[in-house]
Nanobody, 117 residues
Framework: VQLQASGGGLVQDGGSLRLSCAAS????????MAWFRQALGKEREFLAA????????YYADSVKGRFTISRDNAKNTGYLQMNSLVPADTAVYYC???????????WGQGTLVTVSS
């Protein structure tokens, strides 16, 4: 599956953004999808995942209650709604799909989110 992430940008402390991950090659209904981020000088961090078909969701403690992962089967697109953003959320955000154990076969190109104080 090929992924195209978008929606990043500059937002003020306390603001919101919605990231999109457009998929092609396979339907988002049939693959696990996830979002990760990597801040400058830090390791890539798991944020959220949505399980294929049944749609169960999982979140890292750092974003639980603020971020929501979802998918639109008709648009074949995954989303990450991010609310109550803080400067520590500044990072490049990546979508991933088609989980293989602890790894992911497909990655989007990354979209930069900058939260200003």
């Amino acid at each position: 599956v090929q992924l195209q992430a978008s929606g990043g940008g500059l937002v003020q402390d306390g603001g919101s953004l919605r990231l999109s991950c457009a998929a092609s090659g396979r339907t988002v209904f049939d693959v696990d999808m996830a979002w990760f981020r990597q801040a400058l000088g830090k390791e890539r961090e798991f944020l959220a995942a949505i399980i294929r078909r049944d749609g169960r969701t999982y979140y890292a403690d750092s974003v639980k209650g603020r971020f929501t992962i979802s998918r639109d089967n008709a648009k074949n697109t995954g989303y990450l709604q991010m609310n109550s953003l803080v400067p520590a959320d500044t990072a490049v955000y990546y979508c991933a799909a088609d989980r293989d154990g602890d790894s992911w076969r497909s990655w989007g190109q990354g979209t930069l989110v900058t939260v200003s104080s």
